[in-house]
């Protein structure tokens, strides 16, 4: 199908824009550990779901197919402190106040890293430029919604997941595939004089 083409050209498409900020996964190498999220940011397309529109499309060959594609991105933070206060003896209670005060709050990165991300995939996306999202026709793409999850803690680091819903239109050729003939057959002889197999047909 012509959608499942179109997933695999936005994946290219965001991986030509990628620049350094993040790294597009398929579903299936998509990294799970924390530390790998923290080196690289992951960027996940998904086809979500998918409507035919009876309206636009023929019975006989061609169906309009409005898609929506879920992009999902992951990042992550750690905390930073002056460890050597907190760790020196001799350090006065203002300098320990003063050295936890200065920590970066983690969850906080986090979040100001999504909302980076998320606004710099919004801008390619959107860029008049990129309406075809790499294929050769009218996608008529919009983003729909954008969302945030809650910071999930994995060790010293804080994860933060945040997705696009994008919908784009393609157009599925139908009666292209042809079925493959079967190699054999059933031979089945009925003995018409037999009374007891009368009124069956084969």
């Not at 498409?13 to 398929?26: I, P």
């Not at 940011?41 to 006989?60: A, C, L, M, W």
């Not at 999902?72 to 930073?80: F, I, N, R």
């Not at 002056?82 to 209670?93: E, G, K, M, R």
Request: hydrophobic letters at 40%; charged letters at 20%; glycine letters at 6%.
């Amino acid at each position: 199908m012509k959608a499942f083409k179109l997933k695999t050209s936005i994946e290219t498409f965001l991986t030509q824009y990628a620049d350094g900020k993040y790294t597009v996964l398929s579903p299936q190498n998509r990294k799970s550990d924390a530390q790998n999220i923290f080196d690289m940011p992951q960027v996940t397309v998904f086809y979500s779901e998918g409507s035919i529109d009876r309206s636009k499309s023929s019975i006989n060959s061609t169906c309009h197919h409005d898609c929506t594609f879920n992009i999902w991105l992951q990042v992550a933070s750690k905390a930073t402190v002056n460890v050597s206060v907190l760790q020196n003896p001799n350090a006065t209670p203002a300098q320990y106040a003063a050295a936890l005060a200065e920590a970066t709050n983690a969850s906080q990165i986090a979040d100001e890293k999504a909302d980076k991300l998320l606004g710099f995939l919004f801008d390619i996306i959107m860029r008049p430029e990129n309406s075809k999202l790499g294929v050769d026709y009218i996608t008529n793409r919009w983003i729909t919604r954008i969302s945030k999850n809650q910071p999930a803690t994995m060790g010293a680091i804080v994860i933060m997941t945040a997705s696009i819903s994008l919908t784009a239109s393609c157009v599925e050729e139908v009666g292209c595939e042809e079925g493959i003939s079967g190699t054999g057959g059933v031979d089945t002889i009925v003995d018409l004089q037999d009374e007891s197999r009368q009124g069956v047909a084969t």
